[in-house]
């Protein structure tokens, strides 16, 4: 405790106005300290007074009420000199007091005692007095119940203080909260508009079906806007009952299953539009209410539907085409036996029916004149190169025609043939040149398609193939011409996709399809649909299948990474939402703890609820920080423009230096900047200042040399960056995994686990990378190289 001359008066009045009570609420509180004052004293006056500046305020009065009295007649001015208790037995015959004007006059006091008010620094701001008429003086026992209840006083005065202090940090802290909460609001705002970037319909549905997100996507394929769809379900949009039976038996089933549902194909007719979509649909737990979600995330392949369908009837229409052509059209071995003819052909040789020439010679249907120039044609197709030529025939009726023929070399089951086309010139001439147009048409078509067609025979050997073919293996088409895939040297796995659907496409006489891997492929056609179409000869047997085999690389890649997008943001926005709630509930419970404390008047722990209530909300800020710098890395381009390292590492240290370790490290820089560097600054400073903050936070002050070494040395290709320290270093088993979201790889320090993770995804944009050495107990060091963005 200091004595009255050991500090100074102005002090004590500053001292003095955190104490002053300015509502009458406040005073009343005082009113039975008085009251118990007078009655322990038996006098008829009790006050509790506070001397200010140049006045003496009655805080509180039993007796009489007053308010308060010019400072150099009150009896306190005298009491506050000291520590101990003050008091005049007879006014009137006291040499300080006899002229006082309250002793000569009203109230005519004759008794005054008083115990100062003093302050835990000692500061005396006032006292407890009883006052009389009459002279008298108070016995021991009086006089420390007195200096008792100035005690009791002084601790009214201290509790009053606090809940002053607690009631201005309740407002800081709930103005902090409320800055907090609209970050969040930012955030979730700028999560859903990147939701809205994604081309493909993504939703959330609650456990009956109800939306509860919509992204602009999936609002566009119920020609509605994204807020139309949530509370409603697909019922409202969707008006076909089996369709919506199959969506409603969907969300069931993830509900029910708590498994991923796929729906390779699923068909939704929205007005007079038919789309396709590859829809899954993924069970979540709702980490904000524990409720059951239905995440979703379709793919539109209306378009490839279409495409697909367009080229079977493609296929058909050829097929249908040479069945109605009105050219005869032939297939005959390269000894000139017919194999096969079209009806045209069976009705231009006057025959009834296919048996009825099957088998049969073509010199048997020659005209004399032309027996010498058919003898020469027969299995010599190749040669001749499609050459057309005008002959003359003879039907089974003895009708003699004029023809043009053509031939072209033809692998028919299996075996070397020759396809002819006759048409009667002078009837005909028009239908054979259409006919021979729309061969030629069909060929560019096929010879200019990106995908592979090819026409293979029941035991897999290749009738015809595309220019496609070519363009991946650089072999000529004339190489593949009734080989077998293994003979034609494909790979294995292509092999095996072939001969499988050529087996499904003759098993069930229908058009099949198949997907399969090529794993030795690592671009084009690694991922393939291969279609494949029967071809039937005119008794109704498969004589051989055309397929379609398309690259769904890209297709199949984008799908890939969208279910692992639509993973990531799933964990993302649990594991985000989980970090954000954490500090929240915590903020929450210590405040429900200070209130309750308050109400049973227990103060003891209230610095120690506020200062996690503080680390809480720095782990909150740190957070929201961390989720802003991954947003921004993912959406800013890269800025590439002259790096300074020196200003770089100055702004990151000067940024860390309110750090709790910062002044006890010692940090050292060495950089060699020989030439122009071009990077992102500020995705850099990102980096160092991510590694160099866990190198403080982690820091092992048990050492008397705690340091961090940073070295930077860039040429005209690359940068290299060393950060060294001597920190409480990190497990070997936990190196692999502090690159991963949300990771944490100690409970030193409360982390968010997300600084690492946005140093691998900053790095990736920079065209960088990092390695990591670290030993328990010895300390980090972590090696990064950047590439110089100007070349």
Known sequence: MIEHSEYNEADRLNALQEYLIENNEGQEKFKDLTQIAAAVCQTRHAFVTLLDKDRLVFLSSFGNSLTGIDRRFSFGNKTIQSTAI????????????????????????????????????????????????????????????????????????????????????????????????????????????????????????????????????????????????????????????????????????????????????????????????????????SPVDGELRILGVSIDLTEVRALQLEHNQSMEAYRKLVEISPDAIYIQSNEGHILFANPSGIKLLGAESLKELLGKSVMSFIHPDSIQEVHARIGNSEELNGKISEQKAITLTGEVLDIEVVSVAFIYNGNPAEQVIVRNVSEKIQARQALYQSREQFRTLTDNSADIIARITKDSRFVYINKAISTITGKSLDYYSGKTPEEAGLTLDLCKGIRLIIHKTISSRQTTSYYFENLHIKEAFRYAHVIGVPEFDSNGEIISVLCTVQDVTQLKQNEQQLIQTGKDLDRFVYSASHELRAPLKSILGLTRLIAQDIQENNFEDMMEYISRIERSVRRLDDTVKDVIEYSRNNRLSIERKPVSFHEIVYQVTENLSSLANFSRIDIVTKISESTSFYSDSRRIQIVLNNIISNSIKYSDLSKSNSFIHIEIQSTAAECLLLIRDNGIGIEKQYLANIYDMFFRATTVNEGDGLGLYIVKETLQKLQGSIEVDSEIGVGTNFTIRLANLQM
Request: net charge negative.
């Open 86 to 285: 003050h008091e005049v037995t007879d006014a009137l015959q006291d040499e300080v007091f006899k002229n006082n004007p309250y002793v000569c006059g009203e109230p005519f006091i004759r008794y005054y005692c008083g115990a100062p008010l003093i302050d835990e620094n000692g500061y005396r701001l006032g006292t407890l007095c009883v006052v009389d008429m009459e002279p008298r003086s108070l016995n021991d026992n009086q006089k420390a119940s007195l200096v008792l209840l100035a005690k009791q006083v002084m601790n009214d005065f201290r509790i009053n203080r606090r809940e002053k202090e607690l009631e201005r940090k309740q407002i800081a802290l709930e103005e902090i909260i409320r800055e907090r909460t609209a970050s969040l609001i930012d955030t979730n705002h700028w999560l859903s508009k990147i939701i809205d970037l994604v081309p493909h319909p993504i939703f959330i549905k609650d456990n009956t079906g109800k939306y509860v997100l919509a992204n602009i996507a999936q609002a566009k394929l119920f020609g509605r806007k994204a807020e139309e769809l949530i509370g409603k379900t697909d019922i409202d949009f969707v008006h076909n009952e089996e369709e919506y039976t199959i969506i409603k038996k969907s969300d069931d089933e993830a509900v029910s299953t708590r498994q991923t549902v796929i729906l390779p194909e699923q068909l939704i007719t929205l007005g007079d539009v038919k789309y396709y979509l590859y829809t899954s649909k993924v069970p979540l737990i």
